[in-house]
């Protein structure tokens, strides 16, 4: 119980979602746990609908898995993916600018955007 209390549970994302962004398997998925709460606090939230460090992503209870959502976040995953650093820089964006005017938050949205259009654009041909 307190591991889960930590850590959350491992989750499998929808079948279908899966087969339409094979690249969401390049990362761990958890629901609940500490890390989304913290970094609600860190927003003035109790929670946010998602964190990630390094490969893991930790789902909020309440979160849907949304495609937008989970894109996102596996931009961060490629993020943390390109540097030993990027937690450090990740925070140091965030003390410069804050949340909404962090780049690496711009970069994985402009991520999930473009891979969004990607889908529509493939489904719609």
């Keep these: 119980m ?69 894109l996102h976040e596996l931009g961060h995953v490629r993020q943390f993916g390109r540097s030993i650093l990027f937690p450090l820089r990740y925070l140091l964006e965030s003390v410069r600018r804050g949340y909404s005017g962090n780049k690496y938050e711009h970069e994985a949205q402009a991520f999930a955007e473009a891979r969004l259009r990607s889908a529509n654009l493939s489904t719609h041909a």
Aim: aromatic residues 8%; proline residues 10%.
């Design 2 to 70: 307190l591991i889960r209390a930590l850590v959350g549970e491992l989750v499998e994302l929808p079948r279908g979602l899966v087969e339409r962004y094979p690249e969401l398997g390049d990362a761990r998925w958890r629901r609940g746990g500490l890390p989304p709460r913290v970094g609600g606090w860190f927003l003035g939230r109790s929670s946010v609908a998602a964190i990630t460090l390094w490969r893991t992503v930790f789902l909020a209870p309440g979160a849907a898995p949304r495609p937008e959502l989970l």
